[in-house]
């Protein structure tokens, strides 16, 4: 069993930056595929960024590459999420998951094993 704390999520205004954390309980989490999700309102939830196992290998939305930066720390049992150049449309509740498939993380978001209760992210204009 995984559980998922994250935070870090606030009010900025465009063209800033926030950092999101997401913190994993556990002595299993360098196991486990870690993604960022969100959700806007009236909005499905979409893939944000991954990142696999050892921290090497990332993949990120279209619509954040170049801005937002994924990465972990194996020792910590955490996964950031760094946001630079935010926009109003990355308003949205912010979501961690963990699987220990690639695929499921990166390709059918809704089977991912574990999810966090997420934070939310506002951008102002």
């Known amino acids: 069993q995984v559980q998922l704390v994250e935070s870090g999520g606030g009010l900025v205004q465009a063209g800033g930056s926030l950092r999101l954390s997401c913190a994993a309980s556990g002595r299993t989490f360098s196991t486990y595929v870690m993604g960022w999700f969100r959700q806007a309102p009236g909005k499905e939830r979409e893939f944000v960024a991954a990142?696999?196992?050892?921290?090497?290998?990332?993949y990120y939305a279209d619509s954040v590459k170049g801005r937002f930066t994924i990465s972990r720390d194996n020792a910590e049992n955490t996964v950031y999420l760094q946001m630079n150049s935010l926009k109003p449309e990355d308003t949205a509740i912010y979501y961690c998951?963990?699987?220990?498939?690639?695929?499921?993380?990166?390709?059918?978001?809704?089977?991912?094993?574990?999810w966090g209760q997420g934070t939310q992210v506002t951008v102002s204009s």
């Open positions: 998951a963990a699987d220990r498939r690639w695929t499921n993380v990166v390709v059918t978001s809704s089977a991912c094993d574990y």
């Open positions: 990142i696999n196992w050892s921290g090497t290998g990332t």
